[in-house]
């Protein structure tokens, strides 16, 4: 863990907060209160800053130093917005591709996906703002620096932000085991939402319910899955391999 990743104590929170730092989240001692813990509060709720409360053991795993009960994450890039984003690709005369991810936790995972998304030219990464890994330093590298180039979006909820990719006019592809249809059957050549669902639970029905197509990887062993950053790999070359067979532009 670098310190460098961290601030430490309300006050400086505070400050970075309202200077503008790009912050993934804040972790806060369950006890404390007074004036300060809530106008901290009520910041990182305007900011869509997602805020757990926890033991102060977990808070002097991050530093000796005296942290005040406060600690927040800093991101290491500057999140896209997502309405803002569609407009510009479309006006571009790109044919979008974004990847969004419905709850993965693991960095490695997440750093894999967006290496080969980059790879491929997905035009954004979308996460949610609980639940989820972020974009701190151990994600950048396990990324290889792909998350210094490709837009990663934050939002608030992964339902809301795939509803508005559908009403955008893209394709929402759910990778799911719990469909029968081959994954190679799908078009992929129109814009294109590609959901990959956490490591343990898969995509939210929620999600799935919302899928023009449900798409799913044949497995030949006796295991039931494939890690989702392998799987998310395969799904994004299929749409590579369509793309380029129908002569469309990647990027």
């Known amino acids: 863990m670098d310190n460098n990743d961290y601030i430490f104590g309300i ?6 907060i309202e200077a503008g730092r790009t912050i993934d989240k ?11 813990a809530t106008r901290l509060t009520q910041l990182s709720r ?6 757990q409360r926890v ?10 130093k005296n942290h005040q009960g406060v600690v927040a994450q800093i991101a290491a890039i500057e999140y ?8 510009t690709l479309f006006e571009d005369g790109v044919l979008p591709f974004i990847v969004v991810l419905d709850g993965i936790t693991d960095v490695r995972n997440f750093g894999a996906i967006a290496r080969t998304a980059e790879c491929c030219g997905v035009n954004a990464i979308v996460i949610p703002s609980h639940g989820s890994v972020s974009v701190g330093a151990d994600a950048v590298k396990t990324s290889a620096g792909a998350l210094l ?6 939002e608030t909820s992964t339902v809301s932000a795939v509803r508005y990719l559908r009403d955008s006019g893209c394709q929402v592809v759910c990778a799911t085991e719990k469909s029968s ?17 956490a490591e343990d639970t898969g995509i939210s029905e929620e999600i799935l319910a919302m899928a023009d197509t449900r798409a799913a990887i044949p497995l030949f062993g006796s295991i039931e899955s494939l890690n989702v950053s392998v799987a998310a790999g395969v799904m994004m070359y299929e749409v590579v ?3 380029l067979a129908d002569n469309l532009e990647i990027i």
């Open 149 to 154: 180039h490709i837009p990663v979006c934050k």
């Open 55 to 64: 033991p102060v053991e977990r808070l002097n795993r991050f530093t000796r």
């Open 26 to 36: 804040i972790l806060i001692k369950k006890d404390i209160n007074g004036d300060l």
């Open 11 to 16: 006050h400086s929170v505070i400050e970075a």
């Open 181 to 197: 249809e081959n994954y190679t059957l799908g078009n992929y050549t129109t814009p294109i939402a590609l959901v990959m669902g």
């Open 46 to 51: 305007q900011h869509g800053i997602p805020v």
């Open 241 to 243: 391999r369509q793309r």
């Open 80 to 87: 896209t917005n997502l309405s803002s984003l569609m407009p």
